[in-house]
RNA sequence: GGGCGAUUAGCUCAGUUGGUUAGAGCAUCUGAUUUACAUUCAGGGGGUCGUAGGUUCGAAUCCUACAUUGCCCACCA
């Protein structure tokens, strides 16, 4: 074998393998009749920029979870992505346009596009580099992108299917729109932040009686100028005598009516509502029940229009001021009231979104949520953690229509003309290619939309238009539906609820068995990561300094549910991957005769090899039975503990330490290259890299860890008493280590050490292994007796029925270890007290099962033992 | 206004269906360097499990209330 460096030199390795397994398409897959199949589709990152922490952390889930499942046999297909996301890459190029002193709209459509195309370009290739660097086994030839031929082919034929089922309609209704964007927004896109607002109370003056008003309290008083009635609840007899009263209203001096209606709330505000339909979800529901002019007094970019009067052309907080300064020099500002309300803002701009009247494109989701719930109170999906399934069925038991035009240029456009020829509202084209003439009356005088669709309608249908839906093929038949999907629990309306009803409703079969929803990825005081506040740890930067083994170790080791991260966090992967590096150049360097074609069963077997070989393979056992059970339950940082546990504690501090002067027995080589083999194994889905540059130095063929086979169980599970035996070497070792630091005794200086036992079995246990006792706790003559050994001035322990003496002459200080037992005896009194009082309880004797008794008897008559000795021992001082 | 989490050592987190003296990593303190690894090794200190009640023979674990904190949803202008 080739010598391995004392480090781990993880640069040049992370390079060679990310390479390779690119190079040689390791982790291609096909469909294959002869294997299960495991997939996943990749949360398809945006091509707005680079990835970040949160991708890092998705990603790494994904992989470890391929990874196991790829080396226990199955066909596994990760899809790789991206997606086009709309507004949000619109917008970085916007604002690069901005940057060179132009517009998109002078610009033009056509070349902003290229523009767009080519920043595409570069980041989606950045992205997809990245997610190599990461180290996912990611099926590459597959690649897709939301917004390829094939993939728009898809995404036209879903809009005529669900135009054709009536289930996409045009109408002008009331839309979150954003004035930055100039365009419409879903609902899920308007985010509401709580906001320190105002309450303006501003009086309405009667037509007939211009001294006598109705007082409105309303948080928007822009809005005023485009009202056209007051309303107040039927019900509420402060107001009844007004009802049908006319109001002038001031500023522009409209006369309208008071309504009666009964959304309006008596005990809000003053009872009396400005209804403004055409800026008010509610006043638009309001004003269709009643009849009312519909007002438009904004221009798109939510600077006042022409319908403002005196108004127009401010900008709609610019007006509010003004009004709000007009309406008191004339009196009518009765009160100004903090009002604290949230207030939806863009997801992509953050701009406060305006109310806005519009003409959009609806999907019509009552039908498509009705299967996609059943699916899921069926059990035929599952969330992990569970709660997140109340989470999804709130909203989807809600679920609104969902605009899906967007007044942008990247993206669909949607697949609808307008026949200048035919009336309007009967001129509509819907077709999946551009149509040649109307069918209608012939005419070639069409136009297109010119809108495009929300991107979460491509995203929608990701689990099988990446799969070359709607062309039936092999591989969509043998991977769809996937079994996981990861990702944030963020995107739960936007994506996962909405890829479950398009899977139902173009497949006809759920598109993932699980949903696993991980944490978000927050900086060392709990904050969300951004560029803007500038707490943002680049993986890119994690990978160069500290490996990408260590990234995604560090990343879900010791994780909670939300992820606090800072850059020292990763000192515990990379410490572990040199660890695990540097135990491999030992094992290596001194292992040359070790039988390789031995498996691990085998050596197993042989029930009279050496307890720290019996034991150090019985824990293998036992730990790769507990990760299986903790991968499969997605419990990956469990799985990692274990992993660490055995790998460091286990193997190298114990094994590794212990066999320090056997090397040269051919079995102990065997059995230590086994369990590095082995070990490797069950680390490569945490830590691909190491694992595969150590698995190369080991085998004398070509073959990969990332393809080679999950350790299989056997039978072989931890035995019971194994780890007794090798425990109580454990702790008589650590007993004389702790002696030794106790009483400043340097590691040079020899001691002695005799151990008095009574029981035959701790004899023989002790006598079989009493060079590894001398050994690491570099004991000098160390002796095994039966009789109470009557020495003064030693340091004493008691492990079980074993007590460890080591005579220190004149370094003793008897005052200092006499408090010392001292403590001791009272701790012990206490549990043993504890334990007693317990057992002469008639309640707990009377109720707790037998086996807890029994245990209890068991325990207390152990600490009585220990009692006595530690009594004896301190008697013995004095 | 509703819903969902969180609260365990200085920090980040484990803690399975209630049942040993509540664990780990980091940090801290003491000691170790011709040894695979100082990205190391050995040892120590450090917790009345947010508060108050309740259920139980027994509670970090189950129940109730409260406090603190985070997130999501919601048309009371």
Known sequence: MTELSTRFNFKEIDEKWCQHWVDKQTFHAEPNPDKKPFSIVIPPPNVTGILHMGHALNNTLQDISMRYWRMNGREAMWMPGTDHAGIATQNVVEKQLAKEGTRRQEVGREAFLERLWSWKKEYGDTIIHQLKKLGSSCDWP?????????????????????????????????????????????????????????????????????????????????????????????????????????????????????????????????????????????????????NLPFINIMRPNAVLNENAGDFSDMDRFEAREAIIETLREQKLLSDIKAHPHAV????????????????????????????????????????????????????????????????????????????????????????????????????????????????????????????????????????????????????IFFWVARMIMAGLEFMGDIPFEDVYLHGTVRDAKGRKMSKSLGNAIDPLEIIEEYGADALRFSLIVNSGQDLFISKEKFEIGRNFANKIWNASRLVLMNSPQADRT???????????????SRWIIARFYATLEKINVAIEKYKYSEAENLIYEFFWTNFCDWYLEIIKKQWHDQTIQTIAYKILENALKIIHPFMPFVTEEIWRHMQTDQTLISVSAWPTRGDNLEDERISQDM????????????????????????????????????????????????????????????????VKNAAISVIQDITCVIPLGDVIDIAKEKTRISTQIQKTQKTADNLTKRLQNETFLNKAPADVIQKEKERLSQWQHEMTTLKAVLSNLE
């Open 598 to 612: 031995a498996t691990l069963e085998d050596l197993a077997a042989q029930k009279d090899s050496d307890l720290p």
């Open 727 to 790: 425990q109580i070497l454990i702790d008589v070792v650590t007993a004389i280590r702790n002696a030794r630091s106790e009483w400043n005794i340097p590691n040079q200086q020899d001691i002695q050490c005799t151990l008095v036992c009574t029981s035959n079995d701790s004899q023989r246990l002790l006598k079989d292994n009493m060079s590894i006792i001398e050994f690491l706790g570099r004991v000098k003559d160390g002796a095994i007796t039966d009789k109470k050994e009557d």
């Open 142 to 290: 597959r690649t897709r992108f939301t917004m390829d031929d094939g993939y728009s082919a898809a995404v036209k034929k879903v809009f005529v299917a669900l135009y054709d089922k009536g289930l996409i309609y045009r109408g002008e209704y009331i839309i979150n729109w954003c004035p930055r964007c100039l365009t419409a927004l879903s609902d899920e896109e308007a985010e509401h932040h709580d906001t320190q607002g105002h309450l303006y109370y501003i009086q309405y003056p009667f037509k007939d009686h211009p001294q006598e008003s109705l007082t409105v309290a309303t948080t928007r008083p822009e809005t005023m100028l485009g009202d056209t009635a007051v309303a107040v609840n039927p019900k509420d007899e402060r107001y009844s005598q007004y009802i049908g009263k006319t109001i002038v209203l001031p500023l522009i001096n409209r006369e309208i009516p008071v309504i009666a209606d009964d959304f309006v709330n008596p005990q809000f505000g003053t009872g009396a509502v400005k209804v403004t339909p055409a800026h008010d979800p509610n006043d638009f529901m309001m004003g269709q029940r009643h």
């Open 344 to 491: 939806g803002h863009c997801y992509r701009c953050h701009t406060v979104v305006e109310p806005y009247l519009s003409r959009q494109w609806f999907v019509k989701m009552k039908p498509l949520a009705e299967p996609a719930i059943k699916v899921v109170r069926e059990g035929k999906i599952n969330f992990y953690p569970q709660r997140w399934t109340k989470v999804y069925m709130n909203w989807m038991e809600n679920i609104r229509d969902w605009c899906i035009s967007r007044q942008i240029w990247w993206g669909h456009r949607i697949p609808v003309w307008y026949c200048a020829d035919c009336p309007p509202e009967k001129n509509v084209i819907v077709a999946q290619e551009t149509p040649s003439a109307c069918p209608v009356c012939q005419s070639t005088r069409l136009t297109q939309d010119e809108d495009v669709l929300d991107t979460w309608f491509s995203s929608w249908l990701w689990p099988f238009a990446t799969l070359e839906w709607p062309h039936d093929n092999e591989a969509l038949k043998y991977f769809y539906p996937t079994n996981c999907l990861f990702t944030a629990p963020e995107i």
